[in-house]
Nanobody, 121 residues
Framework: LQLVESGGGLVQPGGSLRLSCLAS????????IGWFRQAPGKVREGVSC????????NYADSVKGRFTISRDSAKNTVYLLLNSLASEDTAVYYC???????????????WGQGTQVTVSS
């Protein structure tokens, strides 16, 4: 059972990235998938999540209107589109498997290794 993130990189302020979270060993449609991030010296924070049906999505206030989460069942993949990036978005981004789309929930049980996003000119 594994989650693998990809798509991170260096981008200029105002730019965009699309992160991918590929699930293997389980069907991601049966679970909520969340995206979290951790910047140096800061605690990990929830960014966005999507329910198993895809009918519910949640976003942190800091990313609302800029980030969009979606899932592709055929590819067993969840995406996070990051638009209008700013320096404060610089962090390692992780995806995780859960049971409810609640960024404050503690039952996210499997985590990927993370992908670095750096926003800098």
């Amino acid at each position: 059972l594994q989650l693998v993130e990809s798509g991170g990189g260096l981008v200029q302020p105002g730019g965009s990235l699309r992160l991918s979270c590929l699930a293997s060993g389980f069907t991601s449609d049966y679970y909520a998938i969340g995206w979290f991030r951790q910047a140096p010296g800061k605690v990990r924070e929830g960014v966005s999540c999507i329910s198993n049906s895809g009918g519910t999505t949640n976003y942190a206030d800091s990313v609302k209107g800029r980030f969009t989460i979606s899932r592709d069942s055929a590819k067993n993949t969840v995406y996070l589109l990051l638009n209008s990036l700013a320096s404060e978005d610089t962090a390692v981004y992780y995806c995780a498997r859960g049971y409810v789309c609640d960024l404050n929930d503690i039952t996210w049980d499997y985590w990927g290794q993370g992908t670095q996003v750096t926003v800098s000119s």
